[in-house]
């Protein structure tokens, strides 16, 4: 069965202060891995998807990677607006369908 | 939300009823699926349909049963609902043929079951 951690459970930081959350995963022949952003009550939000070891996206104050077994999410000089729980999801290798296995997410406060 | 709807928003029943969820998209994706969001375990995947009339079972099927009779709607149905069925439920829709494939989620459906 595929396995998606994500560590650490919950992350406080102050303002300004650069951190990362981590997704391990233990599917071989990954097919893609994807960072969500869930705000409370309501729906993730798509953030990025990865498809091979080495591949960096970004998106404002936000860059993700990839490697053979874990992702990472950086967050550089933090916004109180980036506090959210942030999710990662594995995609594994080609079948019939496009079922994703997510992790139980990480929760980012960003305290002003 | 990507143009997607999930209704009722709120819902409190009681152990033994029957309990419908509805998915709505306008995006015209062929593949829609339904969550469940518990602490502690993420969203796991109930059941997903890969077209009308085409469904097939996720991890966490038992005492669940969904149909897709148009494109745009996604029935959840819990037949006899039990108190451990008490969640958020999220539906997905994701567009078809690609070697991966984004998921975009709804604005979720809090069910109560007393």
Redesign the interface.
């Known amino acids: 069965e595929d396995q998606v951690t994500q560590s650490p459970e919950a992350l406080r930081l102050q303002e300004g202060e650069s951190s990362s959350l981590n997704c391990s995963y233990t599917v071989s022949g990954l097919r893609g891995l994807f960072w969500y952003r869930q705000d409370p009550g309501k729906g993730p939000e798509f953030l990025f998807t990865l498809y091979s070891a080495g591949e960096e996206k970004e998106k404002e104050r936000l860059k993700a990677t990839l490697t053979k077994k874990e992702s990472f999410l950086h967050i550089t000089a933090p916004k109180p607006e980036d506090s959210a729980t942030y999710l990662c999801a594995v995609q594994p290798p080609p079948s019939n369908d496009y079922k994703l296995s997510f992790g139980a997410g990480t929760t980012v406060t960003v305290r002003a | 939300?990507a143009g997607?709807t999930q209704s009722p928003r709120h819902k409190v029943t009681e152990t033994g009823t029957p309990v419908t969820l509805r998915c709505h998209q306008t995006e015209n994706h062929r593949?829609m699926y339904w969550y469940r969001q518990d602490p502690?375990?993420?969203?796991?995947?109930i059941h997903?349909s890969?077209g009308v009339k085409d469904t097939?079972k996720?991890e966490v099927s038992d005492g669940y049963s969904v149909s897709r009779s148009k494109t745009e709607d996604f029935l959840l149905t819990l037949e006899s609902a039990t108190s451990s069925q008490t969640s958020v439920y999220?539906c997905a829709i994701?567009e078809s043929g690609l070697?991966?494939?984004?998921?975009?989620?709804?604005?979720?459906t809090r069910l109560t079951v007393l």
């Open positions: 939300d997607i593949y502690g375990h993420g969203l796991r995947l997903y890969y097939d996720g999220f994701s070697y991966t494939d984004t998921q975009y989620f709804g604005p979720g």
